[in-house]
């Protein structure tokens, strides 16, 4: 065979062997894209119920960073793991979020190649990326069970123009984006729209009475490190709702004088001003929560601060840079704050506290905003002056009876037996009756040795006594025994009618106040453990001075004086003759 010949079969051998591999080549697993359209995207997804926990990343646009939000189920509650696992209200929302990916349809397909993924704003966004500067990120959604498996992942991008509700997809780890129709509203990352925004739950018709205590309180940077420099008390006022007239009225009042805090009233052109208390009330009902942070360690859920808690140094500068100030007084370290607080009396007996501290910092989504927030401390108490004893009505006496005079007999709690009070009213009786002739015959006695029965000296004869009108036998012991009887009968049943009474009212004084305290201590395991978190503008609807809640009277407007001309007259009527004649209040008082 010569060398052409040799040439020409090894080129044969070599094209045969190429077409060989050729065919013989693996075949990539194609999904047409026809089969997804009208599918489920998640088919293994079939029971929301099993979902215990969601993740959300999303980015924060022109910040170059991203942000995560978590909820999850632990212990049986739901909690947010972000927010030091503060109580979530998400049963019906996780519900809400997990059905959004059961029965999810493929509407269409893009057969996208990852260079497009940032057209369609499905690029994958990191947490754990300092910088994510990156354009065209999405939203990423987690979705597990308790097991920590991962149920459904998805990348949610742009809208789709000219087709509403629908958005651009992608599962992390395909490269295809899918169009189908979703809601992102529904994945939010706000922490308030994850919890029970309503912090008090209160209703305006719930509110009695309103404490307003405005001072504030100066910090100063000492060696031993921060002291409170100054205190500056400026007023309390506690008013009252008069529903029947429309308007409030004031329980007390006291000012800021010669250091301290004293007693005063309003000047006869002064009165209080309904409409910013009114909007105080309506701002208390609708206080809502914007975030949380665990408060340290060592304070009590009345925020009563255990022993050693001011050497829990990282517990104090906690307190001190959210405006919260720690003071030793006696034995018992409280709680003054820099803005002041409230107090919110409630008819059913609960009284709310409220301490306001400094500006809170913003979070992420909030700084291109510029809302303003602010810290908040919150506890509840008993307001004892509606749980004072009920008033007893004391039993009337059986015919006959005769109780000791030093013993109010409320027919509560009482030893007594009716049947002895029968047989002591009965023995009674035995003795009035004797007691009655006896002062018969001292009657008798008494005419005998009257003067008109002596003549001149001379012993006159007394006529025989005539003989009392005979009555049919036992006619007279019958209608004194039924007398009696009826007497006996009609005071044991007035007795019972008021045993009765006054037990119903001790137990409605008990369940009334087994309520409250029942109430008390769920609010304050509610409270608890957090710094609270509030809007600015909700802040100063509550947080009201002396011009907020006091004004000029309507006649005085008429007159033509202004509120400081008021309050100058009053100063010189003080340096003068003393102050002048104020209103008084309303003759039926205010409540305590």
Same mark, same amino acid.
């Given at each position: 065979?010569?060398?052409?010949? $040799?040439?020409?079969?090894?080129?044969?051998?070599?094209?045969?062997?190429?077409?060989l591999?050729?065919?013989?080549?693996?075949?990539?697993?194609?999904?047409?894209?026809?089969?997804?359209?009208?599918?489920?995207?998640?088919?293994?997804?079939?029971?929301?119920?099993?979902?215990?926990?969601?993740?959300?990343?999303?980015?924060?646009?022109?910040?170059?960073?991203?942000?995560?939000?978590?909820?999850?189920?632990?212990?049986?509650?739901?909690?947010?793991?972000?927010?030091?696992?503060?109580?979530?209200?998400?049963?019906?929302?996780?519900?809400?979020?997990?059905?959004?990916?059961?029965?999810?349809?493929?509407?269409?397909?893009?057969?996208?190649?990852?260079?497009?993924?940032?057209?369609?704003?499905?690029?994958?966004?990191?947490p754990?990326?300092?910088?994510?500067?990156?354009?065209?990120?999405?939203?990423?959604?987690?979705?597990?069970?308790?097991?920590?498996?991962?149920?459904?992942?998805?990348?949610?991008?742009?809208?789709?123009?000219?087709?509403?509700?629908?958005?651009?997809?992608?599962?992390?780890?395909?490269?295809?984006?899918?169009?189908?129709?979703?809601?992102?509203? $529904?994945?939010?990352?706000?922490?308030?729209?994850?919890?029970?925004?309503?912090?008090?739950?209160?209703?305006?018709?719930?509110?009695?009475?309103?404490?307003?205590?405005?001072?504030?309180?100066?910090?100063?940077?000492?060696?031993?490190?921060?002291?409170?420099k100054?205190?500056?008390?400026?007023?309390?006022?506690?008013?009252?709702? /008069?529903?029947?007239?429309?308007?409030?009225?004031?329980?007390?009042?006291?000012?800021?004088?010669?250091?301290?805090?004293?007693?005063?009233q309003l000047?006869?052109?002064?009165?209080?001003?309904?409409?910013?208390?009114?909007?105080?009330?309506?701002?208390?009902?609708?206080?809502?929560?914007?975030?949380?942070?665990?408060?340290?360690?060592?304070?009590?859920?009345?925020?009563?601060?255990? $022993?050693?808690?001011?050497?829990?140094?990282?517990?104090?500068?906690?307190?001190?840079?959210?405006?919260?100030?720690?003071?030793?007084?006696k034995?018992?370290?409280?709680l003054?704050?820099?803005?002041?607080?409230?107090?919110?009396?409630?008819?059913?007996?609960?009284?709310?506290?409220?301490?306001?501290?400094?500006?809170?910092?913003?979070?992420?989504?909030?700084?291109?905003?510029?809302?303003?927030?602010?810290?908040?401390?919150?506890?509840?108490?008993?307001?004892?002056?509606q749980?004072?004893?009920?008033?007893?009505?004391?039993?009337?006496?059986?015919?006959?009876?005769?109780?000791p005079?030093?013993?109010? /007999?409320?027919?509560?709690?009482?030893?007594?037996?009716?049947?002895?009070?029968?047989?002591?009213?009965?023995?009674?009786?035995?003795?009035?009756?004797?007691?009655?002739?006896?002062?018969?015959?001292?009657?008798?006695?008494?005419?005998?040795?009257?003067?008109?029965?002596?003549?001149?000296?001379?012993?006159?004869?007394?006529?025989?006594?005539?003989?009392?009108?005979?009555?049919?036998?036992?006619?007279?012991?019958?209608?004194?025994?039924?007398?009696?009887?009826?007497a006996?009968?009609?005071?044991?049943?007035?007795?019972?009618?008021?045993?009765?009474?006054?037990?119903?009212?001790?137990?409605?004084?008990?369940?009334?106040?087994d309520?409250?305290?029942?109430?008390?201590?769920?609010?304050?395991?509610?409270?608890?453990?957090?710094?609270?978190?509030?809007?600015?503008?909700?802040?100063?609807?509550?947080?009201?001075?002396r011009?907020?809640?006091?004004?000029?009277?309507?006649?005085a407007? $008429? /007159?033509?004086?202004?509120?400081?001309?008021?309050?100058?007259?009053?100063?010189?009527?003080?340096?003068? /003759?003393?102050?002048?004649?104020?209103?008084?209040l309303?003759?039926?008082?205010?409540?305590?």
């Open positions: 065979m010569n060398e052409a010949t $040799k040439t020409l079969v090894f080129c044969g051998v070599a094209a045969a062997t190429g077409l591999a050729f065919v013989t080549r693996p075949q990539p697993i194609v999904v047409a894209i026809d089969n997804e359209v009208g599918k489920d995207l998640f088919k293994d997804f079939d029971d929301p119920s099993k979902a215990a926990s969601l993740r959300i990343v999303v980015p924060t646009e022109g910040l170059g960073r991203t942000s995560s939000f978590e909820v999850a189920k632990k212990g049986g509650q739901w909690v947010i793991p972000s927010h030091s696992d503060y109580p979530a209200d998400a049963e019906n929302q996780m519900r809400d979020v997990a059905s959004s990916f059961v029965g999810l349809k493929v509407l269409r397909v893009e057969d996208a190649k990852p260079a497009d993924h940032e057209l369609f704003g499905v690029l994958e966004p990191d754990k990326a300092s910088d994510s500067s990156a354009k065209g990120l999405g939203r990423l959604v987690e979705i597990a069970d308790e097991s920590s498996k991962p149920m459904a992942r998805l990348i949610i991008g742009k809208e789709v123009k000219e087709a509403e509700g629908q958005r651009f997809v992608r599962v992390p780890g395909r490269d295809r984006v899918y169009v189908v129709k979703l809601d992102p509203q $529904k994945f939010s990352t706000k922490f308030e729209d994850w919890v029970e925004k309503d912090l008090l739950k209160l209703n305006t018709f719930d509110v009695a009475e309103l404490t307003l205590k405005d001072y504030s309180v100066e910090l100063a940077q000492t060696v031993q490190g921060p002291a409170i100054g205190f500056d008390q400026r007023f309390e006022l506690t008013v009252r709702e /008069d529903t029947t007239q429309n308007k409030w009225a004031i329980r007390d009042f006291r000012e800021s004088k010669d250091g301290s805090l004293q007693d005063t000047t006869p052109g002064e009165e209080l001003n309904k409409t910013r208390l009114d909007g105080l009330k309506n701002a208390l009902a609708e206080l809502k929560i914007v975030d949380v942070e665990r408060k340290p360690a060592g304070l009590g859920a009345d925020l009563k601060a255990e $022993k050693g808690f001011l050497e829990d140094k990282q517990g104090v500068i906690s307190l001190l840079e959210k405006g919260f100030y720690p003071v030793q007084i034995e018992q370290v409280e003054l704050c820099s803005n002041g607080e409230i107090q919110v009396r409630l008819k059913d007996g609960i009284e709310y506290l409220l301490r306001f501290g400094e500006i809170a910092s913003v979070n992420q989504e909030e700084e291109t905003s510029g809302s303003v927030n602010r810290w908040l401390f919150v506890t509840a108490n008993l307001d004892a002056n749980f004072t004893d009920p008033v007893l009505e004391p039993l009337p006496d059986l015919p006959g009876e005769n109780p005079a030093d013993q109010a /007999d409320t027919g509560v709690g009482s030893d007594r037996s009716e049947t002895e009070n029968s047989g002591n009213g009965e023995e009674a009786a035995d003795k009035g009756d004797a007691a009655c002739g006896e002062d018969e015959a001292a009657n008798v006695t008494a005419d005998v040795d009257s003067p008109e029965a002596a003549v001149d000296g001379a012993q006159t004869e007394v006529p025989a006594a005539e003989p009392p009108a005979t009555k049919p036998a036992g006619d007279s012991t019958t209608t004194a025994t039924v007398s009696d009887d009826e006996k009968d009609k005071a044991r049943k007035e007795r019972d009618r008021i045993m009765k009474e006054n037990q119903r009212k001790l137990d409605e004084h008990k369940e009334k106040l309520k409250a305290k029942q109430k008390v201590a769920e609010l304050n395991f509610r409270f608890a453990d957090w710094y609270y978190i509030i809007s600015d503008d909700v802040y100063r609807k509550i947080h009201l001075g011009s907020d809640v006091i004004t000029v009277s309507e006649d407007k $008429k /007159d033509g004086i202004g509120l400081d001309a008021l309050r100058n007259l009053q100063q010189q009527a003080e340096g003068l /003759d003393g102050p002048p004649a104020l209103p008084s309303p003759s039926d008082g205010p409540s305590q």
